[in-house]
């Protein structure tokens, strides 16, 4: 199985902050990477796809970067719609999720 | 738009078999895979298995022994069934959709709770 280790669990963070979440792979996914927020009683949602492209809909102020093991997401700039949880996913062989990141009120 | 639902019953007994069936609505089935995922309550997320509209399955290596995964195009369902469950497979069960061609699920149902219980 490939692992899908997310840094950080938690992030506390305020409005208008720059936020990077980091995911590494235990092997080399290339870029088949996926990004979803998830909010509490809710289905998560892709905002990213192939390591850096934005899934139709999806704000601008989110990005994806990285291939092989070391991916990233980044908000440029948090809005008050963003506090949520974010996984990372492979799919180059199965499906694979992180563990999450938590993205909290500071 | 395409719509996904998940049905079952909320509640089974340890040792029992887990059902639970996904319609897909305002689309159709063919050509594209199918899958569920599931969610242990606080925890992280867990890909089961895929069905491709086809008929052909694959299956998680942990789960793989416990899960068969069937559809019904015609009826635009498919459906998940887990055997002798225990506590550990209490979860929100998610059915969802892979993006066509890539794979990743673009497309997934609001999720139902099944607690394994006594």
């Known amino acids: 199985d490939i692992q899908m280790t997310q840094s950080p669990s938690t992030l506390s963070a305020s409005v208008g902050d720059r936020v990077t979440i980091t995911c590494r792979a235990s092997?080399?996914?290339?870029?088949?990477v996926a990004w979803y927020q998830q909010k509490p009683g809710k289905a998560p949602k892709v905002l990213i796809y192939k390591a850096s492209n934005l899934q139709s809909g999806v704000p601008s102020r989110f990005s994806g970067s990285g291939s092989g093991t070391e991916f990233t997401l980044t908000i440029s700039s948090l809005q008050p719609d963003d506090f949520a949880t974010y996984y990372c996913?492979?799919?180059?062989?199965?499906?694979?999720f992180g563990q999450g990141t938590k993205v909290e009120f500071k | 738009q395409v719509q996904l639902q998940e049905s079952g019953p909320g509640l089974v007994k340890p040792s029992e078999t887990l059902s639970l069936t996904c319609t897909v609505s305002g689309g159709s089935m063919n050509s594209q895979y199918w899958s569920w995922v599931r969610q242990p309550p606080g925890r992280g997320l867990e890909w089961i298995g895929y069905?491709?509209?086809?008929?052909?399955?694959n299956y998680s290596p942990s789960l793989k022994s416990r899960v068969t995964i069937s559809g019904d195009t015609s009826k635009n369902q498919f459906s998940l069934k887990l055997n002798s469950v225990t506590a550990a497979d209490t979860a929100v069960y998610y059915c969802?959709?892979?993006?066509?061609?890539?794979?990743?699920?673009?497309?997934w149902g609001q999720g139902a709770l099944v607690t394994v219980s006594s």
């Open positions: 969802v959709r892979h993006r066509r061609g890539d794979y990743y699920f673009d497309n």
């Open positions: 092997q080399s996914v290339s870029d088949w």
């Open positions: 069905l491709y509209y086809s008929g052909s399955t």
């Open positions: 996913q492979q799919y180059n062989n199965y499906w694979t």
